[in-house]
DNA sequence: TTCATTCATCGTAATATTGCAATGTAATAA
DNA sequence: TTATTACATTGCAATATTACGATGAATGAA
């Protein structure tokens, strides 16, 4: 069927699922850490730094401002890209916990 | 096209793409969760919880077991699953350095 | 106004993912 | 041996993703 069953699983999964899976693209990864060091950036700079067509990173772009990870203001001609703060917080505490749970509950080691 | 372009990002990068999909879909972090409180499970636990045909959820274990996240052994008829120490480690970490990067660099908030 | 720049969106082709029924395999039970 | 149980694998249909050329919209410059 191609489609997932999201009814299946409670919204923390959802919601953790959703958010890898836009980490689940190299470029969308190497998006954010370029952020990351540069602050801010415009489309026309992620051309240059992927190696792919403007269509291709405006369309990462917009999954990433989708879920959150990212913001843009309208600058003149060009758009302004930064990271959203608080998204960025509640995404690492989410996959945080989400780790951490493991090292909490961990029992005697596997079969 | 539909196929990612592997070449143009780091190996970091595409490590951290590579995990961050497999975890991109609620049934595999369902599972993960399962996992982590349950310690061990075999596949039919895990039909009954999900909810999800057994060779679906066959397919999602042998993805968590290809990049490391689970491992399973034969057990008589059955098979056991549970979480990889080691790679579970050695993945909390690598999101953790990816999160934690912005918190370290953050400068004047954005545009 | 006209043109160039910057980016988003549309349309499309190639490929990947999701989910399941059917079937195969291996171990144990009868 | 035959049957049963527990999974894995195969094959398929439906859908999603990736990538890009072409086109559209908005801004600022000439």
Same mark, same amino acid.
């Given at each position: 069927?191609?489609?997932?069953?999201? /009814? !299946?699983?409670? #919204?923390?999964?959802? $919601?953790? %699922?959703?958010?890898?899976?836009? @980490?689940?693209?190299?470029?969308r +990864?190497?998006i954010?850490?370029?952020?990351?060091?540069?602050?801010?950036?415009?489309?026309? /700079? !992620?051309?240059? #730094?992927?190696?792919? $067509?403007? %269509?291709?990173?405006?369309?990462? @772009?917009?999954?990433l401002?989708? +879920?959150?990870?990212?913001?843009?203001?309208?600058?003149?001609?060009?758009?302004?890209?930064?990271?959203?703060?608080?998204?960025?917080?509640?995404?690492?505490?989410?996959?945080?916990?989400?780790?951490?749970?493991?090292f909490?509950?961990?029992?005697?080691?596997?079969?």
């Amino acid at each position: 069927m191609g489609i997932t069953k999201t /009814d !299946l699983f409670t #919204e923390e999964q959802n $919601a953790i %699922a959703q958010m890898a899976k836009v @980490l689940g693209h190299p470029a969308r +990864v190497a998006i954010l850490q370029y952020l990351v060091k540069s602050n801010t950036c415009i489309n026309g /700079d !992620l051309v240059q #730094e992927l190696g792919l $067509a403007q %269509a291709t990173v405006s369309q990462h @772009l917009r999954e990433l401002k989708e +879920v959150g990870f990212i913001q843009g203001t309208i600058e003149g001609v060009s758009v302004c890209y930064c990271i959203n703060p608080e998204k960025w917080a509640e995404f690492s505490q989410l996959f945080g916990e989400f780790f951490e749970n493991y090292f909490v509950a961990q029992k005697s080691n596997c079969c």
